[in-house]
């Protein structure tokens, strides 16, 4: 059973489009979800922890820039823009099973981002 | 902040041999220490998760140990088999911020039958 789904898997973005990623929490209710980056050396990467609804945070990082929205109890985006071009990139969804002092996350499959 | 240094990158052992990887981090308040397994096209995967140092042998072909005196976590797959090849990581988070979750570079680990 998946706990988190994850749309798109896979996206090719023209340059200098945005594009808006959807994590969804399947059947279950836990308060903090989280987004994590990937960059093709595999190295991982803490985004965001967002908590309730209508939470947003914002980050620049070299080669992208990030908005997070928790938008509802079981729903988490993610928009990506100004990606640099070339660049492919790996946004994985999670979600911490429990109190948030278990520690213990769950991670969906990620969604797979290439700039044209 | 946290840094975590994991080796070696890439790691090729045969069938039956036993694989070892190590990380070593920073924070003297790390709390959790995880391993996860990540295959190809796939999400991570919960191997293990351990907050005391002391060794752990899950029965499902590997071992965890975690120094806290030394800041190091190890995985030693025994026996491995070409099922166990992925990418492994180890993962750190402290007291202060349990979502956060601070990996290492990630090791390849191809089984050779």
């Known amino acids: 059973v998946t706990l988190l789904e994850q749309n798109p898997r896979w996206r090719l973005v023209p340059r200098g489009q945005a594009v808006n990623l959807r994590c969804i929490l399947k059947?279950?209710?836990?308060?903090?979800m989280s987004w994590y980056q990937q960059d093709l050396q595999k190295q991982l990467q803490w985004l965001f922890t967002?908590?309730?609804?209508?939470?947003?945070?914002v980050k620049s990082l070299p080669g992208a820039d990030y908005l997070a929205t928790r938008v509802t109890d079981t729903e988490l985006r993610l928009q990506v823009a100004n990606m640099s071009q070339g660049r492919t990139l790996y946004c994985t969804c999670?979600?911490?099973?429990?109190?948030?002092?278990?520690?213990?996350?769950?991670f969906g499959e990620g969604s797979k981002l290439t700039v044209l | 902040g946290e840094q975590v240094e994991q080796r070696p990158p890439h790691l090729s052992v045969r069938e039956g041999d036993s694989a070892v990887i190590i990380c070593t981090y920073t924070?003297?308040?790390?709390?959790?220490f995880f391993w996860y397994k990540q295959e190809p096209g796939a999400g991570l995967q919960l191997l293990m998760k351990?907050?005391?140092?002391?060794e752990i042998n899950e029965g499902q072909g590997f071992t965890v140990l975690l120094n806290k005196k030394d800041k190091q976590l190890s995985l030693n797959l025994t026996a491995a088999h070409p099922g166990d090849s992925a990418v492994y990581f180890c993962?750190?988070?402290?007291?202060?911020?349990?979502?956060?979750?601070?990996f290492g570079q990630g090791t390849s680990l191809s089984v050779v039958p």
């Open positions: 999670s979600v911490t099973l429990g109190g948030l002092d278990t520690g213990q996350l769950y």
């Open positions: 059947n279950s209710q836990y308060p903090w």
């Open positions: 967002l908590r309730s609804p209508g939470d947003k945070e």
């Open positions: 924070d003297p308040n790390s709390y959790y």
């Open positions: 351990v907050f005391s140092s002391t």
């Open positions: 993962a750190v988070t402290s007291s202060s911020s349990f979502s956060k979750l601070v």
